[in-house]
């Protein structure tokens, strides 16, 4: 199969918030060009990404996965579902015993819980030592499996062809958010799953210095006599104007779904309904850091996708030096400026004109100058539906 990238890149800005916290509660920072920037880490806005294919319903349950340590408990309730006459601690044994043998993880009980628990009634459910990454479809295979080996569960997955086939479960069929963002299974390489996506960290485009807000809480039952405040503290928070930029391979994208989830559809939609979500979910997700306390709810003003043959390209380097804000302020104004700039600079020099296609979409005035770098979308549903439309005809392309 051809080589297919497609590069999301997008310009956002965020007003007072703490969208992804450090150890001591601020918000993270990186220097880049000399500068402290906000970042935000990509280990958070895969989850933003991920968790957005749920809430917005941009993919059906069964085509999605779950990443938990409590999955013994998990296939559990698979398991009770097909066979609701097995007691929950028969489930949680067969759970635990399918599970090892299709991943090579040890389930069992934490020390810890073990220890607190020792004089209670009730054992508390095992759990993998890492967290474990199973699509909807790999669970559902091992509840059937588990229900089927039910009378003597470790002889029946003694037998070569029953273990074998436990590991075909746990290693066929991903969901499409395994396939985009990949698996480790530290005990087991061989089901491991390359990621078809790399998301670079998002740094703001100009300097930024964390601040602090000093709070204080009203206790509402105090009288007039007790003027104090019930409780006082701080929260560290920034503003910015992130670069975000995000990398997909769609040829491991369509190597990881393999035949893809549906049997009653073209070899090609799959791999596309993929690429459709996670453009949409990349572009309008959002960590959740502090949102009751900062409101932080923005979209990116400008989003460019570049679809390509070659390699992917980030378009950082237009900010290592840093943008400055305007006598007026701002910095997106300045920020598209630089980009417009620097894009057909750099695809000049090492771009690839005949197979790159490239489509925008943007808000207002500040970002005028992007204009005519790719074909314009009204809205992020028209893009998303042009990029897979893309995506479906370059597949389709002989290799």
């Known amino acids: 199969m051809n080589r297919i990238f497609l590069d999301v890149h997008a310009l956002q800005t965020v007003p007072p918030s703490n969208l992804n916290r450090d150890d001591t509660g601020a918000p993270k920072t990186a220097v880049y060009g000399g500068v402290p920037r906000a970042r935000v880490s990509s280990q958070a806005w895969k989850r933003a990404t991920r968790e957005y294919f749920g809430d917005e319903n941009l993919l059906d349950p069964s085509e999605l996965g779950v990443r938990t340590k409590k999955v013994a408990e998990v296939l559990a309730a698979r398991i009770t579902d097909l066979d609701s006459s097995l007691a929950e601690a028969d489930a949680l044994r067969l759970a635990a015993e399918v599970i090892e043998t299709a991943t090579g993880s040890k389930i069992e009980v934490p020390k810890r819980k073990a220890s607190a628990a020792k004089d209670a009634d009730d054992e508390p459910a095992p759990q993998s030592k890492y967290l474990m990454f199973l699509s909807a479809r790999q669970l559902d ?34 969901s499409v958010d395994i396939a985009l963002f990949g698996r480790m299974v530290a005990d087991s390489a061989d089901i491991n799953v390359d990621a078809a996506v790399q998301v670079a960290h998002a740094i703001s485009v100009h300097r930024v210095e964390n601040e602090s807000d000093y709070y204080t809480a009203v206790d509402d039952h105090n009288t007039d006599a007790e003027p104090g405040a019930g409780m006082i503290g701080t929260v560290d928070f920034n503003s910015a104007t992130l670069y975000r930029y995000a990398a997909l391979g769609v040829h491991q994208l369509a190597n990881n779904l393999g035949q893809g989830l549906r049997e009653d559809e073209p070899l090609t939609d799959p791999v596309r309904r993929a690429v459709e979500a996670f453009v949409h979910g990349f572009v309008a997700s959002l960590p959740t850091g502090k949102i009751n306390t900062f409101g932080h709810h923005t979209l990116p003003d400008a989003v460019i996708v570049k679809l390509r043959t070659t390699r992917p390209v980030s378009f950082v380097a237009a900010f290592e030096e840093p943008v400055r804000s305007e006598h007026s302020g701002g ?19 090492y771009g690839d004109e005949e197979t790159t296609r490239t489509w925008l979409l943007r808000v207002g005035p500040n970002t005028q100058k992007l204009a005519g770098l790719g074909t314009e979308s009204a809205n992020l549903t028209e893009l998303v539906t042009s990029v897979g439309q893309a995506v479906a005809e370059r597949l389709e392309k002989p290799a």
Do not use: F, M
């Open 141 to 174: 295979g091992l509840a059937r499996l588990a229900v089927d080996g039910a009378s003597d569960i470790k002889a029946y997955l003694k037998d070569k062809d029953n273990k074998a086939r436990a590991k075909e479960i746990a290693d066929t069929r991903h």
């Open 331 to 349: 910095h997106v104004r300045e920020a598209s400026a630089r980009l417009a700039e620097y894009i057909p600079d750099i695809e000049r020099a």
